[in-house]
């Protein structure tokens, strides 16, 4: 075969593959819009639990303190 009837022959097998795959494509997309129509809605809204958390007063200074402390003997070290 000469390289002309190759190049033919590889544009219809990717023309072929690509119309097939938009067909698929297609069909999926119509299938799942009227699935979709079908279900049932959902009126209820989701409840969320209304727990409250105690606001924290942060962090305890005895920690930052213990922070600082370490941060400045680390950088005297250095």
């Known amino acids: 075969m000469d390289i002309g009837a ?24 119509l299938a799942v819009t009227n699935l979709s129509k079908l279900a049932k809605p959902d009126t209820e809204a ?6 409250r958390r105690q606001p924290s007063g942060g962090v305890p200074n005895a920690h ?13 070290k250095q």
Not at 64 to 76: C, D, K, L, P, V
């Open 6 to 29: 190759l190049l033919i022959q590889a544009a219809s097998l990717m023309l072929t593959g690509m119309i097939g795959v938009f067909v698929f494509l297609s069909i999926l997309i």
């Open 64 to 76: 930052i303190a213990a922070i600082s402390a370490a941060i400045t003997q680390y950088r005297t």
């Open 46 to 51: 989701p409840t969320v639990p209304t727990t």
